[in-house]
């Protein structure tokens, strides 16, 4: 489902960019078609469309320069981390040049008094919190893969315990950003908080590289816990798991994770991770504090879960037992296609109202038994936002149509529960056609910011919206 | 210190948009000049520049109606909610009409379950709690005035308890705007978290009515706490306090409030409110939680306070002691005033990341000592920001301007320490002359923003840049 056609550059505006671009940096530069192919090869359904050329960045001065010849050529820029995006965002549907941020991978500072650190965008989240872990310290964010920083800022990534340390949105403090004309920009300073003029923080996060690449980030950290406990508690309805999410989020407890696996999801693990778990609506939760705290949260979580006729509740502090508990969960990604060997998987992501998600997933179950489709659905279930994993076999046109249906009758589902079509996994190629019904008028404005730092369209274009 | 000299529209301008509001809104349209007066009238100590007529909007229908007639005679439009503001930020330097939106006070609707909700621009945020308290909900942003809810959005509010909860910045899910060219919009729907798009909703925050005027709030909220204890415990130096609270946020205590008043300032207090706390800098501190919770973060921050030389800890979770406790906090505001009776207070604040706090307040002492002011200091230290209230004569320009050359010397020093001009007043017309030195660049793109949305700059002009 990409978002616009395949249209190559005319020779004339590419071949002097690579000719200039390979003279400096012959090293560096790239057209070979095993690399340009793997720059549009992510972890989604999406038909690859390889860039022109693939560029390895090492420093912003250098982004810059790139940035500044494709500008002058007006031919597109798109910038890669790790490649782990699920809506096509990395795809060159009009060509041009990606700029691969991987070697921008050193951790410029960390200051643990402030909570805070700066990175290149290449580091990875898993590699900053080896290099946080000695001073009890780490990033809460987690998407699953081992996303890029920089990607997940542009991606406004979040994940399992964004329902206790919030999104991308409320963890990156400030940016510094390559902009569609070649200026370097520093988007806030490393105060808490400011009231001084536009966040441009804020617009940059989750805007996917359409505006500018973003080449450093400034992050919010977080002590390690003290004490991790896990629990899991399997539910007869999708309802019963969603309320005693809801009440504990009303209750204040402050849930680290809280995610809910379906009968489906349950079953595709049992068989993938040779587990025993009942194949029935099941949340899986996890706790941070003190051995204090996490005692009195996990008492009363249990008495919440009984209220709302929760079965054999399991928990442990200890982590190799925690690890068990959750390995489900853990596995979730990989396990579905044991369910239907050789299948294609498109993880699709909505968010609602945590009101309506016991009715949404419910819906979304049905709509799925309809279509004559199939998928797990595991859910963040205190952000009120979920995964289908649709299963269906890419060569065949009519379970091509079919999946396509339904995915688009779930973004618009969520939106008319008052939701949004993507909770974490972005735009991309992949959601453009709903922004329309979720943002109305809003849309243009969105647009107009678009163009006026972008006009000529060479950053990422394709991608969010067309112009 | 006002951003652009007084400019008044030409009569041709603005007489045929008051004609047409007195003759559709006879009884809601005044140009009195008290009520214009009024209107410009601030807690603050800019010179007020009234509008040339008042409306008084019920509807965004009506917002929208005047939106449109000032944008075809392209007069300005400056919002107005409760004058709480402090950077002269209601101030009409251009003239134009002011729109009141104190009768747009209506809670439009409560969602317990997803503990969110609408409120009209004009509601107040006491008045939301007052509404919300029998639902065992609260809204946690309290800049100490009692503002109006789409105010505190407009300028980024945040206050006490900013360390806990966030800022607006992090407790708006979504706003409803009437845009320069008369559109409405709505710029986000009501799930916790979404990835599709840009981030209207934080754009429109913070930007003090020079993008639109925000007509709905859709709000986070919380639980109202089981128990809530608050301590105070004075030190013989601000490193001292400031070490006390950076080593309780690096351990992870959820403080919900942490206020450093300097001796100055306990000075005031004592005097005013008739106490006789020590007059050496004290922190007052404020902990939400079930009881044992909240007995171990007692027990964890008297050992911290302990650790960093504090002196006699005193807290109570009874609401008549806590109160007492607090006094000197609640009437920090009210009481500098009796240091130097007829002055004139300028209330200015700065933010800087916390490892910088004690240098930048001890710098800013000797600093008011060295200029022959003085001002006692209050910080929400938690966040690395604090105030100053400069006592100065108005009347005497010498004391004028040793004022407003200690405020400029502030706000650089505290960019130079990496932080910002404003951490919660924002920029008015007060401090638009330090952001160049807080963003460089990133600032064009921010004047590229208000351009494309607003190309005839009739939405507050005159503040936050100059175009």
Chains 1, 2 share one sequence.
């Not at 805070?116 to 946080?132: E, F, M, P, S, Y």
């Not at 309320?243 to 809280?258: D, E, F, K």
């Not at 419910?362 to 709509?367: E, F, H, I, R, S």
């Amino acid at each position: 489902m990409p978002g616009a056609p395949v249209v190559k550059l005319r020779e004339t505006a590419i071949a002097p960019v690579i000719d200039a671009l390979k003279a400096r940096w012959p090293e560096r530069t790239s057209v070979a078609e095993a690399v340009r192919l793997h720059h549009a090869n992510t972890l989604s359904w999406h038909r690859p469309q390889p860039p022109d050329a693939v560029f390895f960045a090492e420093t912003t001065a250098e982004v810059q320069d790139v940035v500044k010849l494709c500008a002058d050529h007006k031919v597109p820029l798109i910038a890669f981390g790790a490649g782990t995006s699920l809506e096509g965002h990395i795809n060159a549907p009009h060509g041009g040049v990606c700029i691969d941020l991987s070697r921008m991978n050193a951790i410029v500072s960390v200051e643990a008094e402030d909570l805070t650190c700066t990175v290149q965008a290449g580091v990875t989240r898993k590699q900053l919190n080896d290099h946080l872990r000695d001073q009890g310290l780490f990033f809460p964010i987690d998407p699953g893969a081992d996303a890029s920083l920089g990607g997940m800022a542009a991606t406004r990534a979040s994940g399992t315990n964004a329902v206790r340390y919030g999104t991308m949105r409320e963890n990156v403090v400030a940016l510094t950003a390559v902009m569609p004309d070649g200026r370097v920009i520093r988007t806030a300073r490393r105060a808490r908080k400011s009231a001084a003029g536009y966040d441009l923080t804020r617009l940059l996060v989750g805007s996917e590289g359409t505006l500018g690449i973003i080449t450093e980030v400034t992050l919010r950290l977080h002590g390690i816990p003290e004490v991790i406990a896990a629990a899991i508690c399997p539910f007869s309805t999708i309802e019963d798991a969603c309320n005693t999410a809801i009440m504990a989020m009303q209750t204040g407890l402050p849930l680290a994770r809280v995610e809910l696996l379906n009968e489906l999801q349950i079953r595709a693990c049992n068989i993938y991770s040779k587990l025993t778990l009942a194949e029935t609506p099941t949340l899986f939760v996890e706790f941070h504090g003190s051995q204090n705290t996490v005692d009195e949260q996990v008492a009363l979580f249990k008495a919440i879960t009984a209220d709302n006729n929760g079965g054999e509740f399991q928990w442990s502090t200890r982590p190799e037992e925690r690890s068990k508990l959750w390995q489900a969960r853990h596995d979730a990604a990989y396990s579905c296609l044991v369910l239907r060997p050789g299948a294609q998987v498109v993880a699709t992501d909505v968010c609602v109202p945590i009101s309506r998600l016991a009715e949404c997933v419910t819906a979304t179950k049905q709509d799925l038994a309809d279509s004559g489709l199939f998928g797990p659905i595991v859910g963040h279930v205190g952000d009120g936002n979920f995964h289908v994993a649709v299963l269906f076999n890419r060569d065949d046109p009519d379970d091509v149509a079919r999946m396509k249906a339904f995915t688009e009758r779930l973004a618009m589902r969520a939106i008319a529960m008052d939701g949004t079509c993507t909770g974490e996994h972005g735009v991309g190629q992949g959601k453009m056609s709903y922004l329309d019904a979720e943002y109305g008028n809003a849309l243009d404005f969105m647009r107009q910011i678009k163009r006026t730092f972008d006009p000529d369209n060479i950053m990422n274009p394709g991608k969010i919206f067309t112009l």
